[in-house]
């Protein structure tokens, strides 16, 4: 696979509202509180075949995985076996295969319609235990066509007592000339107590 470095994209943006969470839609999510919360929002256009498939986590600063936050449901729920380009980075880290069904249930679901998304981090891991204060890094991994793919990823520092700007570097993979515009317009905010 040939590998195609981007520039860096830097988003750095305060949240001045609030926003609510693409997860808070769905019947079986409960309200995020009030308090120190990530959030993440983006545009998403829908591809053809062999696109579309992505998948948002958090890890912790020695890499382990913290949090899915979500992943569509083909690709975790088995879709990776025979689509090997499906979000390979998150598939890595989150071993699906080894996974209880009903674990997997909790973060995924259909790939969304076109739109603007939401999604909330409430400072918890995959037991729902919340997390100690440190530095913390968010990824969000898209299939754009084929082995074309795009990961972006941010550092923020959980636990601050202040709200920070959260600097978003972009890395693209393959030949991203299909469905290159699938996520756009990613802001990525960490709001303090």
Known sequence: MQRLDAALVAVGICLQGCTTSYAKDR?????????????????????????????????????????????????????????????????????????????????????????????????KNNEGMPVSKGTYMVFIEGTLYWESRVVFSAKLHWGSCEEESVLVSSRYYGAPSVNKDMITDLKVFHMAK
């Open 27 to 123: 019947e079986d999510a409960k309200e995020t509180p009030a308090g120190e919360r990530l959030e993440i929002s983006f545009r998403f256009q829908r591809g053809g075949i062999a696109s579309s498939q992505y998948a948002i986590w958090i890890e912790d600063e020695t890499g382990k995985l913290v949090r899915t936050l979500y992943v569509t449901s083909f690709t975790a729920k088995g879709g990776y076996e025979y689509r090997k380009d499906a979000v390979p980075t998150w598939v890595a880290k989150a071993d699906p295969k080894n996974r209880i069904s009903g674990n997997i249930d909790a973060f995924t679901g259909a790939t969304p319609r076109n739109g603007t998304l939401h999604y909330v981090w409430d400072g």
